[in-house]
Every structure is written in structure tokens, then in C-alpha cells.
T-cell receptor
Framework: AQSVTQLGSHVSVSEGALVLLRCNYS??????LFWYVQYPNQGLQLLLK??????LVKGINGFEAEFKKSETSFHLTKPSAHMSDAAEYFC????????????FGKGTRLSVIA | DAGVTQSPTHLIKTRGQQVTLRCSPI?????VSWYQQVLGQGPQFIFQ???????GRGNFPDRFSARQFPNYSSELNVNALLLGDSALYLC???????????????FGDGTRLSIL
């Protein structure tokens, strides 16, 4: 069974500082990987996804993530945090085939300090 | 283009009642999935439907049921509500039949269900 572990339920950074949100997955084969963001009282918005090909994936709002098979990781980064980045971030995984659903991590709440 | 729309946005019910939540997918999307998000947790998969057929079901009791209509909209029904059913219920739509094809799911803003 697939699973996702997000290290750190809450991360706090200063405005302009590097953002690093950690995600490790458990899967027998390399899966599809996703990062979603959730603002208060809203649904989930896709930031980026990894399917195949280049392991460094660029997403919206300046975020990117790198798929590292050897480390079973898919960490999310942004060089410079902005106040508007404060939100809940979810890493998710799905299998390469079949009707397996998205499996989400528990989320990481990002706070940005002025 | 309109995104995924869900109704109602908020709902308050009492224990033992029944509830129906509705979802309209993005135009052209034939797959609809339902997730439950309890406060402080990530979304948990409940159902996936494609072309009106159930394609997947999560670890939820039979009190939970769903269906998809010819226009690809969907309803989630929950019977005999329990306090633990209080959550944000999210609907997501995507192209294609399977969640394992790498096509991202697009989420609505959810229905906040509170059980008293």
C-alpha cells in the first residue's frame, strides 16, 4: 500500500527566506507525485506534479519539487517566501496504473513571518 | 471555464439524519472523486466514479454511497449521521478513467458538514 509522510506539521519561515517542505513516500514502484495547497475555507489547488521525465518539476507561484527515487522523497521548495504563501500544503501519491486513488499526507501548515 | 462546483457550502445536521452533497465537475471531465477531510488531516478517499460506474471505494462504511449522473455530476449520500462524520467533503474531477494515469485532480471548495 502506498503512503505519504510529511515531516513537520507546522513550518515557520521569515518573509524572503527559503521554503522547504518535506515529503517522503512509500511505494513498491515510483508513483505519480503531487503537491497541493489549501487556503483557509477553500479546496485544494494543484501546485505541481511529477509523472515521468525530468525529476525537477516547476509549478505555480515559484514553487518547485525534486523527485529523488533513491531517497523516496519529493520535497517542495521556494527560494523566497511571500506572505501570500501562508497556507496548508499536502503531498499526495498515486500509483502508475489502475484505479488507485490519491493518498495524501497529513499536511504541513506554512506560516510566513514578516 | 468554471471549476468544480459543490453545494451546499455549509450544512448542519443532527445525529441520525441523512445528507446529500452535490458536485458538478469541470466541463469535459468524466471522472469524479469524493474525499473526506477531517480537521487537521489530509483528505481521505471515499469514492471514484467514471462514466456513471463506481471505479474505486475507500475504507468507509456502507452508510456512505454515491452516484454519477449522465451529465457527469455526482451526489454523495451519507445515512445515519454520526458525530464523527463532521468534516469537509471535497469533490474532485479529472480527465480519463483512472487515477493512476497521472492526470491531476481538480478540487472544489468543499461542503463543510457539521453534525450536532
Amino acid at each position: 500500500a502506498q503512503s505519504v509522510t510529511q515531516l513537520g506539521s507546522h513550518v515557520s519561515v521569515s518573509e524572503g527566506a527559503l521554503v522547504l517542505l518535506r515529503c517522503n513516500y512509500s511505494s513498491s514502484v515510483p508513483p505519480y507525485l503531487f503537491w497541493y495547497v489549501q487556503y483557509p475555507n477553500q479546496g485544494l489547488q494543484l501546485l505541481l506534479k511529477y509523472t515521468t521525465g525530468a525529476t525537477l518539476v516547476k509549478g505555480i507561484n515559484g514553487f518547485e519539487a525534486e523527485f529523488k527515487k533513491s531517497e523516496t522523497s519529493f520535497h517542495l521548495t521556494k527560494p523566497s517566501a511571500h506572505m501570500s504563501d501562508a497556507a496548508e500544503y499536502f503531498c499526495a501519491v498515486s500509483a502508475l496504473s489502475g484505479n488507485t486513488p490519491l493518498v495524501f499526507g497529513k499536511g504541513t501548515r506554512l506560516s510566513v513571518i514578516a | 471555464d468554471a471549476g468544480v462546483t459543490q453545494s451546499p457550502t455549509h450544512l448542519i445536521k443532527t445525529r441520525g439524519q441523512q445528507v446529500t452533497l452535490r458536485c458538478s465537475p469541470i466541463s469535459g471531465h468524466k471522472s469524479v472523486s469524493w474525499y473526506q477531510q477531517v480537521l487537521g488531516q489530509g483528505p481521505q478517499f471515499i469514492f471514484q466514479y467514471y462514466e456513471k460506474e463506481e471505479r474505486g471505494r475507500g475504507n468507509f462504511p456502507d452508510r456512505f454511497s454515491a452516484r454519477q449522473f449522465p451529465n457527469y455530476s455526482s451526489e454523495l449520500n451519507v445515512n445515519a449521521l454520526l458525530l464523527g462524520d463532521s468534516a469537509l467533503y471535497l469533490c474532485a474531477s479529472s480527465l480519463g478513467s483512472g487515477q493512476g494515469n497521472g492526470q491531476p485532480q481538480h478540487f472544489g471548495d468543499g461542503t463543510r458538514l457539521s453534525i450536532l
